[in-house]
T-cell receptor
Framework: KAGVTQTPRYLIKTRGQQVTLSCSPI?????VSWYQQTPGQGLQFLFE???????NKGNFPGRFSGRQFSNSRSEMNVSTLELGDSALYLC??????????????FGNGTRLTVT | GENVEQHPSTLSVQEGDSAVIKCTYS??????FPWYKQELGKRPQLIID?????GEKKDQRIAVTLNKTAKHFSLHITETQPEDSAVYFC????????????FGRGTQLTVWP
């Protein structure tokens, strides 16, 4: 079974630009959640989608948005990039939402660098 | 919402020694506590979890203990090996309709040969 696939692996963008990251979950998984990982801050929750609906959202500004398609693939978008948005963005999929009844399976992440 | 504190942020041990990582949580309704391990350059992976109806769970060299009264839980690794070197994240959450996991900031464990 293929794991969670995130594309692209690396991105370099300039301040003010926007970026779209993609996540393909494990086949059969309908929940996709996104995390921002920076040194010392751990895994900061962005949002979670289940069956194309956003069911939970973290404390990030409105510049961070996401969506989920009918095939469970998900995208997240960051507009008006700031230097502080430089981070590893991880996507995780699971059978059920919330990460309680079934474990989170993480992708390898997208490393975003904003210059 | 839930607040998860994790200590220490870094931990160095000699191979063969034990390592203990502790986490506290604030929401007494949290009932699920997983631990994830992230090796350098790799994705986080679930290594063990515990639910609030048990106090301890073991899987070979790793164990997790839970104290619901004090609202803290710990990861114990015995007979550490260099391949245990990684960042470990604890998390807490409740299985409600809008439940989600709240992660600690992580502990960088280094095991010296």
């Amino acid at each position: 079974k293929a794991g969670v696939t995130q594309t692209p692996r690396y991105l370099i963008k300039t301040r003010g630009q926007q970026v779209t990251l993609s996540c393909s979950p494990i086949s059969g998984h309908r929940s996709v959640s996104w995390y921002q990982q920076t040194p010392g801050q751990g895994l900061q929750f962005l949002f979670e989608y289940f069956s194309e609906t956003q069911r939970n959202k973290g404390n990030f500004p409105g510049r961070f948005s996401g969506r989920q398609f009918s095939n469970s693939r998900s995208e997240m978008n960051v507009s008006t990039l700031e230097l502080g948005d430089s981070a590893l963005y991880l996507c995780a999929s699971s059978l059920d939402p919330g990460g309680h009844n079934s474990p989170l399976h993480f992708g390898n992440g997208t490393r975003l660098t904003v210059t | 919402g839930e607040n998860v504190e994790q200590h220490p942020s870094t931990l160095s041990v000699q191979e063969g020694d034990s390592a203990v990582i502790k986490c506290t949580y604030s929401d007494s309704a949290s009932n699920y506590f997983p631990w994830y391990k992230q090796e350098l350059g790799k994705r986080p992976q679930l290594i063990i979890d515990i639910r609030s109806n048990v106090g301890e769970k073991k899987d070979q060299r790793i164990a997790v203990t839970l104290n619901k009264t004090a609202k803290h839980f710990s990861l114990h690794i015995t007979e550490t090996q260099p391949e245990d070197s990684a960042v470990y994240f604890c998390a807490a959450g409740r299985g409600s309709t809008l439940g989600r996991l709240y992660f600690g900031r992580g502990t960088q464990l280094t095991v010296w040969p």
